[in-house]
């Protein structure tokens, strides 16, 4: 039982290149999030979904796109990579929305040059 | 003001002792409380939710005083193994409304 695998886990990119962050879950939870995490900042919701088919926006929404065309699978995209978007990207998923807990990834660390 | 706030710490302390932090929260109709652990480098796990009778898990006591709008874990008898950095979240309404705070540090020493 692997839990939530985020996949890559160390990335470097240089401005204005794409690339897909990957979010797969075994644990058949309808929900799954997106943050990103930057140093002195709490977590921060990026995008989200409640269950297969669907996703919505975050907090932070802006230069990112998700999908969610399988229920197991959370990807997320960036379409032209800008030095802000440097961070640490966690991707988690929870049963329900409600209490349940969350389960994150181990993250992926994101540079963009 | 932010929506959840923490003391940034870090609290040094020695192994045995006890100590306590504080999370103070701005949204008077939030729901749900959360504590996460999140380890150097590591994602975030949960430690315990937060009931409004307070509640305890060996060696950690969660609080809530909705009158004063925090929220409060307590740990005692510090391991080594508790140095971590300790995430207060805060869920009004859906978990998509889900709010962390920056997290307090904490260096358990010998």
């Known amino acids: 039982n692997a839990g939530v695998t985020q996949t890559p886990k160390f990335r470097v990119l240089k401005t204005g290149q794409s690339m897909t962050l990957l979010c797969a879950q075994d644990m058949n939870h309808e929900y799954m999030y997106w943050y990103r995490q930057d140093p002195g900042m709490g977590l921060r919701l990026i995008h989200y979904?409640?269950?297969?088919?669907?996703?919505a926006k975050g907090e932070v929404p802006d230069g990112y796109n998700v999908s969610r065309l399988k229920k197991q699978n959370f990807l997320l995209g960036l379409e032209s990579a800008a030095p802000s978007q440097t961070s640490v990207y966690f991707c988690?998923?929870?049963?329900?929305?409600?209490?349940?807990?969350?389960?994150f990834g181990n993250g992926t660390r994101l540079t963009v040059t | 003001r932010k929506e959840v706030e923490q003391d940034p710490g870090p609290f040094n302390v020695p192994e045995g002792a006890t100590v306590a932090f504080n999370c103070t929260y701005s949204?008077?109709?939030?729901?749900?409380f959360f504590w996460y652990r999140q380890d150097c480098r590591k994602e975030p796990k949960l430690l315990m939710s937060v009931y409004s009778s307070g509640n305890e898990d060996g060696r950690f006591t969660a609080q809530l005083n909705r009158a004063s709008q925090y929220i409060s874990l307590l740990i005692r008898d510090s391991k080594l193994s508790d140095s971590a950095t300790y995430l207060c979240?805060?869920?009004?309404?859906?978990?998509?409304?889900?709010?962390f705070g920056t997290g307090t540090r904490l260096q358990v020493t010998l």
């Open positions: 949204n008077s109709a939030s729901q749900s």
């Open positions: 979240v805060v869920m009004f309404g859906t978990a998509s409304k889900l709010t």
């Open positions: 979904s409640v269950g297969e088919g669907t996703t």
């Open positions: 988690a998923s929870s049963r329900t929305g409600g209490n349940s807990p969350l389960h």
